[in-house]
């Protein structure tokens, strides 16, 4: 009985989620992925509904990387003062700026995302023209992403509700999976 109640939780927790989802991207350059979560704002949800995109970014300044797209997305440019590496924001209507060095900036910008973790970020776009794609993020090759070390994983659920023997998620065959972490939170996974 306990096992059902604790599931119930799980499952009604998951559903809380779902319904707030949190919009994560791969952003991958060459042969390196970094992990973006998406603002929740009208820029950054139109940004989302665009993926996949695979894009030509051009080299600009020794900072970013940008390049036009050809439709517009909703703008509400603010100045950030100063622009971190990893932010992913929105110059006017269509230029759409990888941020790899930290600066202070007068320009406008309206916020799509930042990457998670942007360490690495200036060695893996280098100094010249690239190819950047950026997807929706729905399934974890190895491993657990997003799962901070302060909320380790405490047991893994099948989508039937049975416990998985292992907590290591690569290890296990592909599905959907509830993660219960240390600290009690809970979260879908794609495999």
Not at 140 to 167: C, F, L, Q
């Amino acid at each position: 009985m306990k096992q059902i109640i604790t599931l119930i939780a799980i499952l009604f927790s998951v559903v809380a989620q779902i319904n707030a989802e949190v919009m994560k991207i791969n952003v991958i350059i060459g042969d390196k992925t970094f992990t973006a979560t998406i603002s929740e704002t009208e820029t950054g949800r139109a940004f989302y509904n665009m993926l996949p995109l695979t894009l030509n970014m051009n080299e600009l300044n020794g900072n970013e990387k940008y390049c036009y797209l050809d439709t517009s997305l909703p703008t509400a440019s603010y100045r950030p003062g100063t622009i971190k590496a990893g932010d992913l924001l929105l110059y006017g209507s269509t230029c759409v700026v990888l941020f790899y060095e930290t600066f202070s900036s007068s320009y406008s910008y309206s916020r799509i995302g930042a990457l998670d973790n942007p360490e690495g970020i200036a060695q893996a776009v280098g100094g010249g023209n690239m190819t950047v794609t950026f997807d929706k993020a729905t399934s974890v090759a190895t491993g657990i992403h997003g799962v901070d070390e302060d909320s380790r994983v405490t047991a893994i659920y099948d989508i039937k509700g049975n416990v998985m023997p292992d907590t290591d998620l690569a290890q296990l065959p592909q599905g959907i999976y509830i993660i219960r972490q240390h600290d009690g939170k809970t979260k879908k996974i794609i495999k």
